[in-house]
């Protein structure tokens, strides 16, 4: 081997090196997260299923949730009840452009028939998307929350019952980036970013579960069938 070649073989050797380096560092972390949030599931008085589990049960159409709409994978999934209702928490991993975002979402199941909605923060590019299509429900009566969230539903009658001035009210307090997403009897909490860490699994159980029932509260919802 000359020295024109020695350059790009040891190139390639610490390139694979530093792959090999970032798997198993993926690979201990994940093993990591998991005895953690074990541990966290029993605190919380939750069973632990880990990865035997394909999700809640969602209709097939209009496919508004995340869920729906990425093909991603369930890991670290804890179920339980709280306040009456049914909540499955999981880390769900799904593709973005050439990565993938991991985040932390609580699932809760109830018996009352949501409108399909997604509820997002809103940034700029959809302001400027909805200046075109005009797709973004907007409430006269709450600027503020107009102004901070991109609201959308197949289903806008149904959706401006279910926002009542007080919710509006409420949702207008936060300082989270929360998404929250409605669609059959299951209705949908997380927030954009990284995993929750096991440490804060109680308080982000408790933050969604106070969002979950200032939702489903609404006399606007029915029961499937009806």
Do not use: C
């Not at 040891?10 to 380096?21: E, G, N, Q, S, T």
């Not at 990425?70 to 999981?90: D, E, H, P």
């Not at 969002?211 to 009806?226: E, M, Q, V």
């Amino acid at each position: 081997m000359n020295s024109h070649d020695v350059v790009p073989f040891v190139f390639v050797a610490v390139v694979l090196a530093l792959m090999a380096v970032v798997i198993v560092g993926s690979v201990l972390y994940a093993r990591k997260r998991t005895r953690e949030l074990t541990v966290a599931a029993q605190q919380i008085g939750f069973r632990f299923v880990g990865k035997d589990w394909s999700g809640p049960a969602l209709p097939s159409q209009p496919k508004v949730s995340l869920l729906q709409r990425t093909r991603g994978k369930f890991s670290n999934v804890m179920t339980g009840t709280a306040g009456g209702l049914q909540i499955s928490l999981f880390d769900y991993t799904y593709p973005m452009g050439k990565s993938s975002v991991t985040q932390t979402v609580a699932a809760f199941s109830q018996d009352r028939q949501l409108p399909p909605f997604t509820l997002r923060p809103e940034n700029v590019f959809d302001r400027i998307g909805d200046a075109i299509v005009h797709s973004d429900i907007d409430f006269d009566s709450n600027p503020e929350f107009s102004k901070r969230y991109l609201l959308k539903s197949p289903e806008e009658a149904s959706i401006r019952r279910l926002f009542t001035p007080s919710l509006l009210t409420y949702l207008e307090q936060f300082q989270t980036n929360w998404f929250v997403e409605g669609t059959g009897t299951t209705l949908i909490v997380y927030r954009g970013g990284s995993p929750v860490n096991a440490l804060d699994l109680p308080a982000f159980l408790e933050e969604t579960s106070r969002i979950a029932r200032t939702f489903l509260a609404s006399d606007s919802l029915r029961k499937p069938g009806a």
